[in-house]
């Protein structure tokens, strides 16, 4: 029986998984690491990679009113100062004065498990990266790195309308890397302080936005449990307060994830109405109005905002394939494991899609196998794995993630025929070599 994903043993399972088979460590880990910044290992940057390349898929491919861009990372500060980034991108925060850590304010639980409880008075702390665009370091060369990837569609509004001849509504998307400098960086790679946000505005007529987002939030939630995979049950709506919404924010609803220490944010959806436009077109003196072309109404449109953390996304979808058999499956020349580790990844979604084992190193079976290898990976990620018996290869790729496995056999040699395994039911197929292309296109289509 598989024990569920949900208790905090399995986050710590994951965490050490992730680091013992090359999904995510820390970063400048040879040095002691910096807090609130990972790497993504060879098999972590390939789902990463996968997850990226799915929302832009359903987001921006499938749709045929929303237009990709990739924007700076880097921006001057009057970018900022017109979001209002500069003066409410803050985060409530007090000094313990016995050992002087920095800690969230807002965060109770925080606050409460600190070992010390003689704290100072609560101060605002902007969380954005500053530093210098320019050979001197002065208050003329400040540039800030971004910390939303919203910005940038913001101010590109107008080259993406003209260049592509859009009408509203239509949206601006972009995956990009994003910077806070976050005070309290916690659970793995959920709250850190460099990390990927998949980000969507759409812009829409006035009086037309809360059918908009209604519809968005639909769109985003069949998203996740449909092309994603997450279950249904682990995902919730939570409404944000009035009185606690984003100074931009008419409306925010946030879908959240039965992560191990509870209910958190996954994504989000927000009504950011027209301040954004507004703010820039007031800052830059340019014209943001729209004419609608049938009408000949002008206004300035509504925007609404899909948000979506990769990194979130990319511990969901572990945690939601996570698998810890007991008394295990897989038989090995030794006794069988009290338990078993299975990562029953949605298929397309697998860092690795086919794994090609050869039953022994001997140049009889490694030529075919490589040979085969290289006619498979032109269309899956594949690995390709000759050490240890096939009992422990298996067992590998099942805490990698991978749907199949192929082995080559002595007997492939005169009946041209390879064993495929199932990862999740364990099944075995003589397939022969020349109906593979088929049979795997079938398998992930």
Not at 95 to 119: M, T, Y
Not at 386 to 410: L, M
Request: hydrophobic share 35%; net charge negative; aromatic share 12%.
């Amino acid at each position: 029986m598989a024990k569920p994903a949900t208790d905090v043993k399995t986050m710590e399972a994951i965490v050490s998984l992730a680091k013992r088979r090359g999904f995510v460590h820390p970063s400048a880990e040879l040095y002691g690491g910096l807090g609130g910044f990972y790497d993504f290992g060879p098999l972590g940057v390939q789902l990463k990679r996968n997850l990226e390349a799915l929302w832009w898929k359903v987001f921006v491919e499938e749709r045929d009113d929303v237009y990709g861009i990739e924007s700076s990372i880097i921006a001057p500060p009057a970018v900022f100062a017109a979001s209002g980034h500069l003066a409410h991108f803050t985060d409530p925060m007090v000094e313990c004065k016995v050992c002087n850590e920095r800690i969230r304010a807002d965060k109770e639980d925080d606050i409460k498990e600190h070992k010390h409880q003689d704290f100072t008075e609560v101060k605002q702390f902007n969380t954005m990266f500053k530093t210098f665009a320019g050979p001197v370091e002065e208050d003329a060369n400040v540039a800030y790195l971004r910390p939303e990837t919203a910005q940038g569609m913001f101010t590109n509004y107008m080259n993406v309308m003209d260049s592509m001849r859009a009408k509203v509504p239509f949206g601006i998307a972009q995956i990009g890397k994003s910077f806070r400098n976050e005070i309290t960086y916690r659970n793995f790679i959920f709250r850190v302080r460099e990390f990927d946000i998949a980000e969507l505005e759409y812009f829409v007529k006035p009086g037309e936005d809360e059918k908009a987002f209604d519809d968005w939030l639909v769109f985003m939630e069949n998203a996740l449990i449909e092309r994603f995979g997450l279950k249904k049950e682990n995902l919730k709506r939570y409404e944000t307060p009035k009185d606690e919404l984003a100074h931009y924010s008419k409306r925010t609803v946030d879908i959240h994830y039965k992560f191990p220490w509870g209910w958190d944010e996954l994504w989000g959806l927000a009504n950011r109405t027209d301040y954004d436009l507004k703010r820039h077109m007031e800052a830059s003196g340019k014209n943001f109005m729209y004419r609608d072309p049938k009408t000949n109404e002008e206004y300035l449109p509504y925007v609404i905002e899909p948000t979506g953390g990769i990194g979130r996304l990319f511990l969901a979808v572990m945690l939601e394939s996570y698998r810890m058999i007991e008394g295990g499956r897989t038989k090995t020349t030794e006794a069988t494991k009290d338990e078993e580790l299975v990562l029953q990844f949605p298929k397309h979604l697998a860092p690795i899609q086919i794994a090609i084992l050869p039953l022994s190193k001997k140049e009889e079976l490694a030529g075919p196998a490589k040979e085969l290898q290289t006619k498979l990976q032109k269309h899956w990620t594949t690995s390709y794995d000759e050490t240890a018996s096939i009992g422990r290869r298996y067992r590998r790729q099942d805490e990698a993630g991978t749907p199949y496995c192929v082995t080559v056999d002595f007997d492939t040699l005169t009946d041209s025929q390879v064993t495929v395994r199932d990862r999740d039911t364990m099944e075995q197929e003589r397939i022969p070599i020349d109906d593979l292309i088929h049979y795997f296109t079938e398998k992930f289509s």
